[in-house]
């Protein structure tokens, strides 16, 4: 039983890490956050937790309720997408007009930066439809199908978001030096235009 556990545990963490490492606009927020230092670890932590739900709501059978009322995932992905768009249009617009609190951690309200870090995490996962298709419906039915073993599964794949998560974040940090220019910042930021501006349309096309 023990062996039958620990491979589930580890198929888990296999299956949540190859579901998680993907370009996607969670990751690309993390990343900036990352790289200017602004908020990380509070930030890393709303998006593991917010993980450890979904992944644990997907494995108690949530998505298979969900998966009998289509209309729900077509709204979360207009809605989605829309979110998306203007986040890239956000982006795009630092780009084009750079200004010091766009590529520092200088903003004088700090307690307002946190609360709208945080929003903006909660959104990028909760407003994302894929965050639901890859944790709740894709993880949730694969542990499942470990039967006894399911929890085990679940854990192993909250653990592959929390390594992935705590190594985007801290990683991109240590790419800070790279970005001491403007035009290092300018260029991110219509990367992120680029991909937030994709994945937006992508969403609503599919709805």
């Not at 200017?36 to 450890?52: E, K, L, N, R, Y």
């Not at 592959?160 to 190594?167: T, V």
């Amino acid at each position: 039983m023990t062996t039958t556990l620990l491979l589930a545990a580890l198929t888990g963490l296999v299956t949540g890490a190859g579901l998680i490492i993907a370009i996607g606009p969670q990751n690309v927020f993390i990343i900036r956050q990352g790289i200017s230092g602004a908020h990380i670890a509070p930030v890393i932590a709303v998006c593991v937790v917010s993980d450890i739900v979904l992944i644990s709501a997907g494995t108690l059978g949530l998505g298979a309720v969900v998966a009998g009322h289509p209309a729900i995932v077509s709204v979360a992905k207009i809605v989605g997408g829309a979110y998306l768009i203007i986040l890239g249009a956000l982006a795009a617009r630092r780009a084009w007009r750079p200004t010091a609190t766009s590529m520092t951690n200088d903003d004088p309200s700090r307690t307002r930066g946190l609360w709208a870090a945080l929003g903006t995490a909660l959104a990028l996962t909760w407003l994302n439809p894929h965050t639901y298709l890859d944790t709740v419906f894709t993880l949730g039915s694969i542990a499942n199908s470990h039967a006894d073993a399911r929890w085990a599964f679940s854990i192993g794949a909250c653990v592959a978001s929390l390594i992935w998560f705590l190594a985007l974040g801290f990683g991109a940090r240590k790419m800070a030096p790279m970005f001491a220019s403007v035009r290092a910042w300018r260029l991110l930021d219509g990367a992120i235009a680029v991909v937030m501006a994709a994945l937006g349309i992508g969403l609503i096309v599919m709805s």
